[in-house]
């Protein structure tokens, strides 16, 4: 139950009522306490509550069912609801006559009664790529409500003969029946509308397996779809799948130090617009060695620079050789310092090192990160995207890696 203070309204009369007329001056309060219950009912209710008037004024906001208090002066007033839902019925019927009883409690009952008026809508969506934000539904042609794909949605339509039609079809879906249908409304007995639809696939899937040879084959891979990187991990025991938009696509694949893609790069169409999403196979072949313990590779690196770079100026290249999953702890220690350095090199320098050369087997796989440090604040490194990334360069044993680092300076 809420209790209500003193309204704008009832406060001016009892000012008036102990004023210097007043029969009862410095006497006891003639004000009655009007308590005033909501029930609400039906399949449809009115769920913002209602606005009680008295004597015409809004005076106190009603919940849907509760009881509300208010205190005014005694005597008779007239008692309304306003803000009541067009489907809802209310008694008794308004405006309501009630004498209020000085220093007593007045109770006062509105039933509310909603019953659903309008049209249970189905909307039964089929197809790979159903629409995923469902649609909208007009009464007559008036805009009234959304509805979800492959869900019952109610919608409010007044009593008679009305014309339900489904509007917001994805550019990729259709009909498969009437988009309106002409139902017959009647109160407390939704009228079931079922609008059928089905939607063509707006994108092919490019499915991508390992095929693997070697002293060793474990490791992870990467694959790359026109240049651009699609997943973490490719393993030969679980393939990818990748959605792409149809057209052709390039489709690379990057592996783990101790293994090298016999398979070139390769090139694939998927169609869309089907009713079954179009699936491209590519495999690739990977063959894998593992690197003698101590075994040696060579990195060169290079730093071409342009813009104003100081005379004075010397290249740190600095290294790690963590696993991917202690990057974030190696790019902490790249802050402070503790990456090992490879060497130093001037500005458009070359610096070889001889480092132990990549191996995907243990507990701590030898793929390298490598940073150029101590460039002047006015000048910009872009490096080179390492393979198999997206971190790691491989240094091969017995052969060697270019890196080169691209420095621009200003002014």
């Known amino acids: 139950m809420r209790t209500s203070t003193m309204l704008p309204l009832a406060f001016g009369l009892i000012v008036g009522a102990c004023g210097p007329d007043s029969p009862h001056p410095g006497g006891p309060s003639t004000d009655g306490t009007l308590s005033v ?7 449809d209710p009115d769920r913002d509550g209602f606005q009680l008037t008295i004597d015409g004024v809004n005076s106190v906001t009603l919940d849907p069912t509760d009881t509300t208090q208010v205190i005014i002066p005694a005597g008779p007033h007239a008692l309304g609801l306003q803000g009541v839902a067009a489907q809802c019925s209310v008694d008794p019927a308004m405006p309501l006559d009630v004498d209020i009883a000085s220093q007593g409690t007045t109770p006062v009952a509105f039933a509310v009664n909603c019953p659903a008026v309008g049209a249970s809508v189905t909307v039964a969506t089929t197809g790979p790529d159903i629409d995923q934000d469902g649609y909208r539904v007009a009464v007559d042609g008036i805009d009234q409500a959304p509805t979800p794909s492959n ?3 109610f919608v409010r339509a007044e009593a008679g003969s009305r014309t339900i039609t489904l509007t917001g079809l ?46 060793e084959t474990g490791g992870t891979y990467q694959v790359f779809v026109d240049g651009v990187r699609q997943s973490q991990f490719l393993t030969e025991s679980e393939p990818e799948a990748i959605f792409v938009p149809g057209g052709n696509h390039l489709v690379q694949l990057s592996a783990p130090g101790s293994c090298s893609v016999v398979t070139a790069p390769q090139s694939v169409t998927v169609t869309v617009g089907g009713l079954v999403r179009d699936t491209a196979d590519v495999n690739f072949a990977v063959s894998c060695t593992v690197s003698p313990p101590g075994a040696l590779g060579t990195v060169l690196i290079t730093a071409p620079t342009r813009g104003s770079v100081p005379s ?7 290294y ?6 202690d990057y974030a702890r190696a790019l902490s220690a790249l802050s402070d310092g503790s990456w090992p350095v490879v060497g130093s090199l001037d500005p458009n320098g070359t610096l070889v090192a001889d480092l132990e050369a990549s191996n995907d087997s243990g507990a701590d796989p030898y793929w390298y990160d490598f940073e150029l440090t101590d460039v002047p604040a006015n000048c910009s490194v872009q490096k080179p995207i390492p393979n198999p990334g997206p971190y790691f360069f491989a240094i091969p044993a017995g052969d060697t890696l270019h890196i080169e680092f691209t420095v621009t300076c200003v002014p």
Do not use: K, M
């Open 37 to 43: 219950s909501t029930v609400t009912v039906g399949d």
């Open 151 to 153: 869900a019952v949605a």
């Open 170 to 215: 994805a550019s990729n879906c259709a009909f498969t029946g009437p988009a309106s249908q002409t139902v017959t409304i009647v109160p407390n007995q939704p009228a079931p509308v079922e609008f059928a639809v089905v939607c063509t696939a707006t994108t092919g899937v490019i499915e991508v397996s390992l095929s693997t040879s070697g002293t």
């Open 312 to 318: 004075t100026t010397h290249y740190t290249v600095r």
């Open 320 to 325: 790690t050789h963590l696993g991917y999953w």
